[in-house]
C-alpha cells in the first residue's frame, strides 16, 4: 500500500472505531438504565422490566463485540496513524 493509500485507510478506521465506541456507548447507557427500571419494577412489571433489560443487555454486547472486531481490524493501521498524527504535532 502507499503511503496515502495508508494515511487514508488509517483515518477511516479511526471515524469507523469512533462510530463503534459511541454505538457501544449508547446501548451500555441504555443497558444501565433498564437494569435500574427492572430493579425498580414491581408486580406485574417485573417481567416485562426483566425481558427489556435482557434485550438492552443483548444489544451491549452486539454493540461491544463490533468494537472489539474493528479494532483488531485496525490493528495494522494504528502505527500509521500515530505516525501522521505525530508529524501534525510536530
Known amino acids: 500500500m502507499t503511503d496515502t493509500t495508508q494515511t ?4 477511516v478506521s479511526v471515524r469507523l472505531l469512533d462510530d463503534a465506541y459511541l454505538a457501544w456507548f449508547g446501548e451500555e447507557s441504555e443497558c444501565e438504565q433498564a437494569l435500574r427500571e427492572w430493579f425498580a419494577a414491581r408486580g ?3 417481567a416485562n422490566a426483566y425481558l427489556a433489560y435482557r434485550a438492552a443487555l443483548d444489544r451491549e454486547e452486539a454493540a461491544a463485540c463490533d468494537l ?3 479494532w483488531r481490524i485496525a490493528e495494522p493501521l494504528r502505527e500509521t ?5 505525530q508529524t501534525v504535532v510536530d
Request: charged share 45%; glycine share 6%.
Open 8 to 11: 487514508d485507510c488509517a483515518e
Open 44 to 46: 406485574g412489571q417485573r
Open 68 to 70: 472489539e472486531r474493528l
Open 81 to 85: 496513524f500515530v505516525r501522521d498524527a
